[in-house]
């Protein structure tokens, strides 16, 4: 009984990633990408992990180690797409343009593909902040532009409620395009993977198929999050200042972005340790759960397998090394 109680409060650190056709796994010593090419066969890619954190101790601290993690976390995620995304090449092939020859010649591979990476996490990361931060700020400026009078806790209100509706409309969104679809149900395999180590069963695909597929550790809630987190110190900070330059604004979000990933990653990180033993943690859990539902779908038995095994391949050699 004391062996079953243990399994089922066992929490992993190991997270992932749906890919295209595929799923990357990440644990305390090994990553792992499993994808499952055009002819139906599992192509395998495991590679050791270096901890920047190990060199610099200084980026291991709390607060501090969020956005170092977020940024990993979107280099790795890039780099995993990349790959995973030749074995699905385009059907039309173009002629390279004139940039991308004199890329070629002027780039080796590998620094063609760090300046692929780095430009593609400078996109993402720029767009995000954007959509949900600095888009919201102006069009709340337009809107109360005509109300002069309008007082500062109601600008604030205003512009975080179209930090939610955006979000909210982006992952429709995205949840509605079909190519993104089947990146959902490697997703849903990813939770439902993870679940069922978690619970101490076999990894097999009939234990792994009646898992949940929402996770209270995806992705989905960490970005949730952050949007709630920067709408409270946004609050806060313009409550003190009441500052309603535009753009004065947009760069206050900006300088206050580290921050709010940081406490986003402590704040996940509890949760992650007590949300099955604790009714707040479950409360505050509750709105990025139920995003999930737009990120997350059921997959089939061929995406659990590819699931199971990228997971088999970053377990620890050490039993409990993982531990959250």
Same mark, same amino acid.
């Given at each position: 009984?004391?062996?079953?109680?243990?399994?089922?409060?066992?929490?992993?650190?190991?997270?992932?990633?749906?890919?295209?056709?595929?799923?990357?796994?990440?644990?305390?010593?090994?990553?792992?990408?499993?994808?499952?090419?055009?002819?139906?066969?599992?192509?395998?890619?495991?590679? +050791?992990?270096?901890?920047?954190?190990?060199?610099?101790?200084?980026? +291991?601290?709390?607060?501090?180690?969020?956005?170092?993690?977020?940024?990993?976390?979107?280099?790795?995620?890039?780099?995993?797409?990349?790959? %995973?995304?030749?074995?699905?090449?385009?059907?039309?092939?173009?002629?390279? %343009?004139?940039?991308?020859?004199?890329?070629?010649?002027?780039?080796? %591979?590998?620094?063609?593909?760090?300046?692929?990476?780095?430009?593609?996490?400078?996109?993402?990361?720029?767009?995000?902040?954007?959509?949900?931060?600095?888009?919201?700020?102006f069009i709340t400026g337009g809107?109360?532009?005509?109300?002069?009078?309008?007082?500062?806790?109601?600008?604030?209100?205003?512009?975080?409620?179209?930090?939610?509706?955006?979000?909210?409309?982006?992952?429709?969104?995205? %949840?509605?395009?079909?190519?993104?679809?089947?990146?959902?149900?490697?997703?849903?395999?990813?939770?439902?993977?993870?679940?069922?180590?978690?619970?101490?069963?076999?990894?097999?695909?009939?234990?792994?198929?009646?898992?949940?597929?929402?996770?209270?550790?995806?992705?989905?809630?960490?970005?949730?999050?952050?949007?709630?987190?920067?709408?409270?110190?946004?609050?806060?900070?313009?409550?003190?200042?009441?500052?309603?330059?535009?753009?004065?604004?947009?760069?206050?979000?900006?300088?206050?972005?580290?921050?709010?990933?940081?406490?986003?990653?402590?704040?996940?990180?509890?949760?992650?340790?007590?949300?099955?033993?604790? +009714?707040?943690?479950?409360?505050?859990?509750?709105?990025?759960?139920?995003?999930?539902?737009?990120?997350?779908?059921?997959?089939?038995?061929?995406?659990?397998?590819?699931?199971i095994r990228s997971l088999e391949?970053?377990?620890?050699?050490?039993?409990?090394?993982?531990?959250?």
């Amino acid at each position: 009984m004391a062996e079953e109680n243990k399994s089922c409060t066992f929490r992993t650190s190991i997270g992932g990633q749906a890919l295209i056709e595929g799923v990357m796994m990440r644990g305390p010593e090994k990553q792992a990408i499993v994808v499952r090419d055009q002819e139906g066969n599992l192509v395998e890619k495991v590679e +050791g992990l270096k901890f920047i954190k190990d060199r610099y101790p200084i980026l +291991g601290m709390p607060l501090v180690r969020g956005t170092v993690n977020f940024l990993a976390a979107m280099v790795n995620g890039v780099k995993a797409l990349m790959y %995973s995304a030749e074995f699905y090449p385009d059907e039309e092939v173009s002629q390279p %343009s004139k940039f991308e020859l004199w890329l070629e010649k002027h780039l080796s %591979s590998k620094k063609l593909e760090q300046a692929v990476v780095g430009l593609a996490v400078v996109l993402g990361v720029g767009l995000s902040v954007f959509l949900f931060m600095v888009l919201p700020t102006f069009i709340t400026g337009g809107i109360l532009h005509f109300f002069p009078g309008f007082p500062m806790w109601g600008r604030n209100l205003v512009e975080g409620l179209l930090k939610i509706a955006i979000f909210l409309l982006y992952l429709i969104f995205c %949840s509605k395009q079909k190519d993104i679809y089947r990146v959902f149900q490697y997703h849903g395999a990813e939770h439902k993977s993870i679940f069922c180590y978690e619970a101490g069963l076999p990894l097999t695909v009939e234990n792994v198929r009646v898992q949940p597929r929402h996770h209270p550790r995806c992705g989905t809630s960490f970005l949730f999050v952050v949007i709630f987190v920067s709408i409270v110190f946004s609050s806060i900070v313009f409550g003190i200042w009441p500052i309603t330059n535009v753009w004065l604004r947009s760069l206050i979000h900006l300088l206050l972005l580290p921050l709010i990933v940081g406490v986003t990653y402590e704040f996940n990180r509890w949760v992650g340790r007590h949300v099955q033993d604790s +009714g707040l943690a479950k409360v505050l859990t509750a709105p990025g759960m139920w995003l999930q539902n737009f990120t997350t779908n059921e997959p089939d038995d061929g995406m659990i397998e590819v699931a199971i095994r990228s997971l088999e391949l970053v377990l620890p050699s050490e039993k409990g090394k993982d531990e959250w």
